[in-house]
Protein backbone atom coordinates (compact mmCIF):
# COMPACT_ATOMS: atom_id res chain seq x y z
CA UNK A 1 0.00 0.00 0.00
CA UNK A 2 1.08 3.47 -0.86
CA UNK A 3 0.00 6.83 0.87
CA UNK A 4 0.96 10.48 -0.69
CA UNK A 5 0.69 12.93 1.77
CA UNK A 6 0.67 16.62 1.11
CA UNK A 7 0.83 19.35 3.74
CA UNK A 8 1.37 23.54 3.21
CA UNK A 9 -1.58 24.49 2.29
CA UNK A 10 -2.89 27.88 3.65
CA UNK A 11 -4.73 30.99 3.50
CA UNK A 12 -2.09 34.00 1.83
CA UNK A 13 -2.47 37.10 0.60
CA UNK A 14 -1.64 37.79 -3.22
CA UNK A 15 2.87 38.32 -3.75
CA UNK A 16 2.93 35.87 -0.32
CA UNK A 17 4.09 32.38 -0.55
CA UNK A 18 3.65 29.44 0.43
CA UNK A 19 5.60 25.65 0.01
CA UNK A 20 3.73 22.86 -0.47
CA UNK A 21 5.19 19.25 0.65
CA UNK A 22 3.68 15.67 -0.55
CA UNK A 23 5.61 12.54 1.12
CA UNK A 24 5.02 9.03 0.06
CA UNK A 25 5.55 6.29 2.35
CA UNK A 26 4.64 2.09 2.10
CA UNK A 27 6.14 -0.60 0.17
CA UNK A 28 7.97 1.40 -2.62
CA UNK A 29 10.73 0.18 -4.99
CA UNK A 30 11.16 3.30 -7.02
CA UNK A 31 9.47 6.87 -7.62
CA UNK A 32 9.51 7.97 -10.83
CA UNK A 33 8.27 11.50 -11.75
CA UNK A 34 6.39 13.02 -9.33
CA UNK A 35 3.85 16.10 -10.22
CA UNK A 36 1.80 18.85 -8.80
CA UNK A 37 -1.92 19.52 -10.06
CA UNK A 38 -3.96 21.67 -9.01
CA UNK A 39 -8.48 21.93 -9.29
CA UNK A 40 -10.54 24.71 -9.03
CA UNK A 41 -14.04 24.86 -9.34
CA UNK A 42 -15.67 24.62 -12.60
CA UNK A 43 -12.31 23.57 -14.07
CA UNK A 44 -10.61 20.89 -14.97
CA UNK A 45 -7.44 19.43 -13.01
CA UNK A 46 -4.40 21.17 -14.82
CA UNK A 47 -0.97 19.80 -14.16
CA UNK A 48 1.15 22.81 -12.60
CA UNK A 49 4.80 20.99 -12.46
CA UNK A 50 6.48 17.83 -12.92
CA UNK A 51 10.19 16.25 -11.77
CA UNK A 52 11.76 13.38 -13.37
CA UNK A 53 13.89 11.14 -10.45
CA UNK A 54 16.86 12.73 -12.25
CA UNK A 55 15.56 16.16 -11.10
CA UNK A 56 14.38 17.59 -14.64
CA UNK A 57 11.35 19.62 -14.32
CA UNK A 58 8.93 21.53 -16.52
CA UNK A 59 6.44 23.97 -15.44
CA UNK A 60 3.23 25.03 -16.73
CA UNK A 61 3.22 28.25 -18.20
CA UNK A 62 0.83 30.37 -15.81
CA UNK A 63 3.70 29.28 -12.96
CA UNK A 64 6.90 29.87 -15.17
CA UNK A 65 9.30 31.94 -13.10
CA UNK A 66 7.23 31.74 -9.83
CA UNK A 67 6.87 28.40 -8.78
CA UNK A 68 9.64 25.72 -8.39
CA UNK A 69 9.26 22.37 -8.24
CA UNK A 70 12.24 20.22 -6.02
CA UNK A 71 12.09 16.93 -4.75
CA UNK A 72 14.31 15.20 -1.86
CA UNK A 73 14.78 11.28 -2.74
CA UNK A 74 15.63 10.21 -0.29
CA UNK A 75 12.68 10.97 1.93
CA UNK A 76 10.33 10.15 -1.19
CA UNK A 77 9.28 13.85 -1.06
CA UNK A 78 8.05 17.15 -3.57
CA UNK A 79 8.16 20.06 -2.85
CA UNK A 80 6.35 23.06 -4.51
CA UNK A 81 7.55 26.47 -3.40
CA UNK A 82 5.20 29.24 -4.34
CA UNK A 83 5.97 32.54 -4.87
CA UNK A 84 4.12 35.83 -5.90
CA UNK A 85 0.74 34.43 -5.16
CA UNK A 86 -2.05 35.33 -7.48
CA UNK A 87 -5.94 35.01 -6.77
CA UNK A 88 -5.87 33.07 -9.92
CA UNK A 89 -3.65 30.58 -7.97
CA UNK A 90 -6.15 29.63 -5.62
CA UNK A 91 -7.03 25.79 -5.92
CA UNK A 92 -6.69 22.47 -4.65
CA UNK A 93 -3.65 21.19 -5.34
CA UNK A 94 -2.68 17.29 -5.63
CA UNK A 95 0.67 15.53 -5.84
CA UNK A 96 1.35 12.50 -7.97
CA UNK A 97 4.03 10.18 -8.00
CA UNK A 98 4.30 7.19 -10.28
CA UNK A 99 5.62 4.29 -8.30
CA UNK A 100 7.20 1.37 -8.84
CA UNK A 101 6.37 -1.45 -5.92
CA UNK A 102 8.11 -4.04 -8.27
CA UNK A 103 10.93 -3.33 -10.02
CA UNK A 104 8.91 -4.27 -13.44
CA UNK A 105 5.24 -2.64 -13.04
CA UNK A 106 4.42 1.08 -11.80
CA UNK A 107 1.27 2.40 -11.06
CA UNK A 108 0.26 6.42 -10.51
CA UNK A 109 -0.37 7.28 -7.13
CA UNK A 110 -2.13 10.21 -5.71
CA UNK A 111 -2.21 12.51 -2.55
CA UNK A 112 -5.71 13.75 -0.65
CA UNK A 113 -4.71 17.62 -1.88
CA UNK A 114 -4.56 20.87 0.22
CA UNK A 115 -6.49 23.92 -0.45
CA UNK A 116 -4.66 26.80 -1.25
CA UNK A 117 -5.79 29.84 -1.19
CA UNK A 118 -4.45 33.56 -2.22
CA UNK A 119 -6.48 36.53 -1.42
CA UNK A 120 -6.60 39.99 -3.24
Known amino acids: QVQLVESGGGLMQAGGSLRLSCTASGSIYRINTMRWYRRTPGKQRELVAS???????NYAEFVKGRFTISRDNAENTVYLQMTSLKPEDTAVYYC??????????????WGQGTQVTVSS
Open 51 to 57: ITSGGIT
Open 96 to 109: SADINLTWYQYNEY
